[in-house]
């Protein structure tokens, strides 16, 4: 079953993801997509993620689905404009890939090219505007399109803010995204259910399915650089301390409780899970398994 | 210098969509000399808006829109005929439109579109305030550029990069969007986050075709027209 079809008749989705490495050895991402094609319903391939260059999420999508996982292709809008953005999209539908995740990018700054241009033409809402746009058998300038897709886009959110400000401005974009055409969505790493819980109450009104992101805890350290780093994560210090307690050698065994543990918590709330397991994706299985899904 | 055009008068008519009367405010500095917003396009707009059923509460041109000091000082014998409009139109450019909102606690609509002069800024130092991109979009974000204030100039909202206000490239610059929420949430206008703003025309932040004209390009023109 398509993931379309999954989160549109109301069932629990599972995705993941996979993410293409510098250079053309494809041989590591063809073993993840033959271990994971069973498994999840279908899988993120990140495109430049962290403004790093590597191989890219339109090529990879289409080597995963020969391999028989279903792509979410990944589309950031720091690399292209809206011509090179347009065109890549049509190609995709031509590859068979037919879900599409709509994300502005990091900025080039963050990145292994400080020095690359950034382009930002697009953001995360006029590009969804644009596939929906191209979804109706037209380009962005009005032009007939001789043939057209019919893609599944989504779009991400973050569930937890630092200020006020933030926070109203992520809800108010949610909801231009999805009136922009986002039919399914996929959140940032969630550690606190409670917070997440009340994050779906705020957003329930909008009816679009929202997947749980999960990062599984590898180590105390990596915990905190993503407290300290990333944007709209925030580890609690008791799972901090739960990683610091056992012995490193079963560090990577505890990330993986944990992670269970809290799919197990905002299963009830949301639509699915969103697995991100950076470089884990491996171990995914046995998250799935530990949280009995 | 910088230079400005009037936006279309049913443009700053929507935006004064709901409000009853207006403040118009001109400039005496690049506006006037764009013929955009001196005095005699400040007396026009005046009789088109009351045409079009809007009271006027009072008009201005002051130097140097640009100038915060200048803004305040020029709006002192004014502030009554202020108080009494529900919103200031800023006839002048996206500086002097910045100027003034980030001046003055009353909703500022701008009238102009600052066009590319191919390279020189304005004034009001300090950060970079104006690309001139020829499609003003003050109206929708509170008196705050969107193209200057956020680093990847972003037009549908903030990213998700930001942290405690900071914006992710440098815990030195503030988040575009967040001065922009706490402006439209002081305005009372935070509906405007919801309005749809489509891609930005990039023709219209390039240079004038007339400018983008070297000597090189003259001196091929009148070879071909055999000058």
């Known amino acids: ?293 | 210098m910088i230079l400005s055009e009037q936006k279309p008068f049913e443009e700053i008519l929507g935006y004064l969509e709901g409000e009853k009367s207006v403040f118009i405010l001109g400039c005496n500095g690049c506006a006037q000399s764009s013929g955009s917003g001196g005095p005699v396009q400040v007396e026009e707009m005046k009789k088109k808006l009351e045409e079009a059923g809007k009271k006027i509460t009072g008009t201005k041109v002051i130097d140097f829109l640009c100038e915060k000091a200048l803004v305040k000082s020029g709006l002192r014998g004014k502030v009554d005929e202020v108080a009494a409009a529900d919103s200031i139109l800023v006839m002048t450019c996206g500086i002097g439109v910045q100027a003034v909102a980030a001046s003055v606690n009353k909703i500022c609509h701008p009238a102009c579109n600052t066009v590319n002069l191919g390279g020189s800024r304005g004034e009001w130092k300090g950060s970079e305030r104006c690309q001139e991109c020829g499609q003003c979009l003050l109206d929708y974000t509170g008196g705050i550029c969107p193209i200057t204030a956020c680093t990847k100039s972003l037009v549908s909202g903030a990213c998700g990069g930001a942290s405690n206000g900071k914006c992710e490239i440098s815990p030195d610059r503030d988040c575009g969007w967040e001065l922009i929420y706490n402006r439209l949430k002081a305005k009372n206008q935070l509906d405007k986050l919801k309005i749809f703003i489509d891609p930005l025309d990039h023709s219209k932040l390039m240079a004038r075709p007339e400018m983008m004209s070297t000597s090189r390009y003259a001196l091929e023109q009148s070879d071909q027209e055999g000058r």
Not at chain 1, 39 to 46: E, G, L
Not at chain 1, 90 to 98: E, H, K, N
């Open chain 1, 1 to 293: 079953m398509s993931l379309q079809s999954k989160l549109e008749s109301g069932k629990f989705a599972i995705t993941c993801e996979v993410g293409p490495l510098k250079g053309t050895d494809i041989t590591e991402v063809e073993e993840n997509a033959e271990l994971l094609k069973d498994k999840v319903d279908a899988a993120n391939v990140t495109d430049q993620q962290s403004s790093v260059m590597r191989l890219g999420s339109l090529v990879t999508s289409s080597i995963i689905l020969k391999k028989g996982l279903e792509p979410i292709y990944q589309v950031v809008c720091r690399d292209r404009n809206r011509i090179a953005l347009q065109s890549d999209l049509l190609s995709a539908w031509v590859m068979g890939i037919r879900n599409v995740l709509s994300i502005t990018g990091d900025l080039p700054q963050l990145g292994d090219h400080p020095a690359a241009k950034a382009v930002y033409d697009l953001d995360s809402v006029t590009l969804l505007q644009t596939i929906k746009t191209l979804n109706d058998g037209h380009d962005l300038a009005g032009n007939e399109l001789q043939g057209k897709p019919a893609f599944f886009p989504g779009a991400v959110v973050k569930v937890e803010s630092d200020t006020e400000a933030s926070m109203e401005l992520q809800v108010a974009k949610l909801e231009r995204k999805i009136a922009a055409g986002a039919r399914f969505i996929q959140t940032q790493a969630v550690y606190d259910a409670g917070i997440f819980g009340k994050f779906m109450k705020r957003v329930e009104k909008f009816k679009v399915p929202i997947l749980a992101g999960i990062i599984p805890l590898r180590s105390p350290a990596a915990a905190r650089f993503m407290n300290k780093n990333v944007s709209g994560v925030r580890v609690p210090d008791e799972l901090i301390e739960k990683m610091e307690n056992v012995p490193k050698e079963d560090r990577v065994q505890t990330g993986i409780e944990i992670a269970a543990d809290i799919i197990k918590q905002v299963k009830p709330l949301c639509q699915g899970v969103h697995i991100m397991a950076i470089g884990q994706e491996k171990r995914v299985p046995d998250i799935i398994q530990a949280a009995g899904l």
